[in-house]
């Protein structure tokens, strides 16, 4: 069974050790960990349109091949993940692929929207201090778009690796019936 590794982790300047890790947690397991394209299609090229073209169509054909997603959603930049990462999970989820997300704090997304730019009004009506715009206040560490189509929303990568390996050693269990 392969893993599709989605996250920001491309963008690290470890992400080689990263990838590392993920895969061995994930061969613990029994399951194959698969990095993104990026680094392949990217090197000896230009940045640009047909570098970025090549390293989506990459992607998308690596996430049609797995069997599920394993995905770092931890704040990227801001208070939101990295909407690349975002994207593949909606994909996967659109393909019915189980997708088990991590991230590196628990907080919830209201929280961590106050701790970066303040929030006002009261906890029915919250709203961000720089632009005025709702927040969401569902008690959920990410937007819910996000939280709640996957399989959980995990502490480490290697909880969510067990996660994925038992939903899928369930759903290789059924077909075999």
Not at 46 to 65: D, F, L, S, V
Not at 127 to 144: A, D, K, Q, T
Not at 166 to 177: G, W
Request: hydrophobic share 40%; with cysteine; charged share 20%.
């Amino acid at each position: 069974m392969k893993i599709y590794l989605a996250g920001p982790d491309v963008f690290a300047p470890e992400q080689k050790a990263l990838f590392a890790e993920l895969k061995s947690a994930c061969e613990q397991r029994g399951l194959v960990g698969v990095q993104p394209v990026d680094g392949g299609l990217s090197e000896g090229r230009e940045p640009g349109p047909e570098t970025a073209h090549a390293i989506y169509h990459g992607n998308i054909e690596c996430i049609r091949n797995c069997d599920a997603v394993l995905a770092n959603l931890s704040a990227f930049r801001g208070a939101e993940p990295d909407s690349g990462t975002s994207f593949e999970v909606g994909f996967a989820v659109a393909l019915r692929k189980p997708v088990a997300i991590y991230i590196d704090d628990q907080l919830s997304y209201a929280d961590r929207v106050e701790a970066l730019v303040g929030i006002a009004g009261s906890e029915a009506d919250m709203r961000c201090s720089r632009h005025g715009w709702f927040v969401e206040n569902m008690g959920l560490p990410l937007n819910l778009m996000l939280a709640c189509p996957a399989v959980g929303v995990f502490p480490t990568p290697e909880q969510a690796i067990n996660a994925l390996a038992n939903i899928l050693k369930a759903q290789t269990a059924e077909h075999s019936r």
